[in-house]
């Protein structure tokens, strides 16, 4: 098989894959020997550019970074729908139909999903372009970005027409957008509001490596243009089905306005165990035909009726509103409710966001109020009932100390939360820090849980993080249901979590905005705790994906005299804050300044282990050649193009063995 046929079929098998697991559901293959194919692929062509493919399934992980999004006019208006909320509304648009077109009406239902609408333009059956509605008239190209959704296809299958456009919505199912925000919190950072928001927010991002990592989904409805030969509605959906589009299952063809409010009576509930948000029922004229005849109206198609859900809303009283803190120090109001049932759950407490918005709504202890579960997944007050409100009713006085440690609050500039400044000596934050501190992706500590760390902080055992390492059996034992075997595993996993490495610790300790990528980013920069400590904010600011909110948040963290002390501590008690020896051994300064591009199939280390080599010898690696490359490791099978680029800005070729010669030396 020639080079070229192989990059085709494996391009062909993943795509195949990809469809079957993104579209489908139905993974016919693990993830694992997935990750070896498109590894696969990735080499060859990296080794050979000359068959680049811009629809390749290796360019779903972005890198493509867009500093202003060009404004594209749409070939076909992108419209609004028009909306009813009741069946004598819809009643009253089949009439309004009926006497438009001739013949019997059928009629296709949809939901309607609640995300970002997006027309996605084909050309010879290739993803060539994908625009925003923006104002309907114009939009933004954001192609870079939804490519890297996987379940829009980019290249597509069986037989399509030249030329046509699709459209759908952009979507954030619920199980992603929670982790989105879990990891949002670890980091201590604000929560996305709702899945919708997060969703049209993630099209605009300039860099798509970033949307790549987002759970995006895409869902199809309409397609416009293109030479083809159906005649309804629900065939061009099947149609798009068989071109490798997902459009969901939940359609139905009804005869009579009455089925078609069967359907949306169903699905008003079953809704709630979709994975995504839907926020109606959208009912379109299915004779093609028809369509034509019926037209638009300067809004909306007359053809097609949105049917909005009513946002589920209950009325209760609000008991007592009460101040949680947070890890960080954020001060979140809740609101205590009469427990009531909603969406099919009880729900006894909402947030209530900040100060403003209890200002804004004049939210008062007493009132009656109500309560809606929308987007987001903790239900919020969306207004009070003032006639019920009791005469001596008192406007809420929002709280100015700490309900912990009633120190005096802060808000900063721009802040839309209040802060315990605290920061040693507040409960919550402590007992938040430690629970950080334990978790999975930070030491890992097994056999010590997150309420097993408010118990002895409680107790006066712990302090901070570092005092953990001072526990013994005999203090833990009295503790609530801690049996002789659960304390044995306690301090068994705390000395364990002494060999978790460097940059896991950094990771640990909390700083506010040190994710674990920024931790992992540090950690290699600056190799120690002491060196990091060390630092500036100008000089942190250096650092690759490094900028000023973090680097002040680091620097703070630093100059914090009792953090000294709590890493005095780490470190006397034995805890990697520094790259482990083996490690240091392996790098050295040998290609400091050096820009290297690596190219070609290698023999004695893969591509993977020669980057890292580079890397850990303080060289830069490009996957381009310019007149800033260094030198260009050469494998076998380098691409013509790369060799004559090389050629042309005379840059020096190094095989794979001088190489490893070299930094061995
Ligand atoms: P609106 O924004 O309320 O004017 O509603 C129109 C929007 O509904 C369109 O721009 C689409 O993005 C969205 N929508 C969601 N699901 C569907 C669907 N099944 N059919 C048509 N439009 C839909
Ligand atoms: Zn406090």
Redesign the pocket.
């Known amino acids: 098989m020639s080079i070229e046929q192989k990059i085709n079929t494996l391009r062909q098998e993943l795509r195949t894959h990809n469809y079957n697991y993104y579209v489908l559901d139905n993974p016919t293959i693990s993830d694992y020997e997935f990750d070896i194919k498109l590894k696969e692929l990735q080499a060859l062509e990296e080794a050979h550019p000359e068959f680049f493919d811009a629809n390749s399934p290796t360019l779903r992980v972005g890198g493509e970074v867009t500093k202003n999004f060009k404004t594209v006019v749409h070939k076909h208006r992108?419209y609004?729908?028009d909306?009813s909320y009741s069946l004598e509304d819809l009643k009253d648009w089949e009439t309004r139909i009926k006497k438009m077109v001739d013949g019997p009406v059928e009629y296709v239902c949809?939901?309607?999903?609640d995300g970002a609408?997006i027309n996605l333009t084909y050309q010879n059956g290739s993803l060539y372009k994908a625009v925003t509605?923006g104002d309907g008239t114009q939009g933004d190209e954001v192609t870079a970005n939804i490519k890297t959704i996987n379940s829009v296809p980019l290249q597509l299958k069986g037989d399509y027409p030249e030329a046509f456009e699709i459209r759908g919505?952009i979507i954030l199912p619920y199980e992603g957008f929670i982790k989105m925000n879990e990891e949002r919190i670890a980091n201590g950072e604000e929560p996305y509001k709702n899945p919708r928001n997060t969703a049209s927010g993630s099209l605009k991002l300039q860099d798509s490596a970033e949307v790549a990592k987002r759970p995006l989904d895409c869902l199809l409805?309409?397609l416009v243009g293109g030479d083809f030969d159906y005649k309804t509605h629900f065939e061009s959906l099947e149609k798009a089905r068989q071109m490798g589009f997902k459009v969901p299952n939940q359609i139905k063809l009804c005869q009579t306005i009455d089925d078609v409010f069967k359907f949306i009576t169903h699905w008003d509930t079953a809704r709630h165990n979709l994975p995504y948000e839907t926020d109606g029922v959208?009912v379109k004229v299915n004779n093609l035909h028809q369509q034509d005849e019926l037209g638009f109206t300067s809004k909306a198609p007359r053809w097609a009726m949105?049917y909005k859900f009513k946002a589920e809303q209950v009325s209760t009283v609000l008991n007592t509103i009460t101040y949680q803190v947070g890890r960080t120090g954020a001060i979140t109001p809740v609101a205590n409710l009469e427990p009531v049932e909603l969406a099919g759950t009880i729900v006894k407490r909402a947030s209530l966001h900040n100060a403003d918005q209890i200002e804004k709504l004049d939210i008062r202890e007493g009132d009656t109020v109500f309560v809606e579960k929308g987007g987001e997944i903790i239900p919020k007050i969306i207004a009070v009932n003032f006639e019920k409100r009791p005469a001596n009713s008192q406007p809420t006085q929002y709280i100015t100390n700490c309900p912990e440690c009633n120190t005096l609050l802060i808000r900063e500039e721009g802040e839309a939360k209040h802060f315990c400044p605290n920061y040693n000596g507040c409960n919550p934050q402590i007992i938040g820090r430690i629970q950080h501190f334990i978790s999975r992706k930070a030491m890992d500590i097994e056999g010590l849980g997150g309420e097993t760390v408010a118990l002895l902080v409680n107790a006066g055992l712990i302090h901070n993080y570092a005092d953990l390492y001072d526990l013994t059996k005999a203090q833990v034992l009295p503790l609530e249901r801690m049996a002789e075997k659960s304390a044995d595993n306690l301090i068994a996993g705390i000395e364990a979590s002494k060999q978790i490495p460097f940059e896991r610790v950094l990771f640990a300790l909390g700083i506010r905005f040190v994710g674990e990528t920024v931790a992992k980013t540090l950690a290699k920069h600056y190799k120690s705790i002491d060196a990091l400590s060390f630092a500036s904010v100008l000089d942190l600011e250096q650092v690759n994906e490094i900028g000023i909110r973090i680097a002040e948040s680091v620097v703070d963290f630093f100059s914090d005299l009792k953090n000294q002390q709590i890493i005095n501590k780490l470190k006397s008690k034995g805890l990697q804050l520094e790259i482990s020896a083996d490690k240091l051994a392996s790098q050295t300064d040998k290609l400091k300044g050096q820009t290297i591009v690596v190219s070609g199939v290698f023999h004695s280390v893969s591509r993977t282990e020669l980057k890292k080599l580079i890397e850990d010898n303080g060289g830069k690696v490009s996957s381009s050649i310019s007149s800033k490359t260094s030198y260009i490791v050469a494998g076998d099978n380098m691409g013509p193009s790369k060799k004559d680029k090389a050629e042309q800005l005379n840059i020096p070729l190094l095989s794979e063995d001088d190489f490893l010669k070299s930094i061995k030396s």
């Open positions: 992108m609004s729908l909306n949809e939901l309607k999903y609408s509605r919505e409805y309409g959208v949105a």
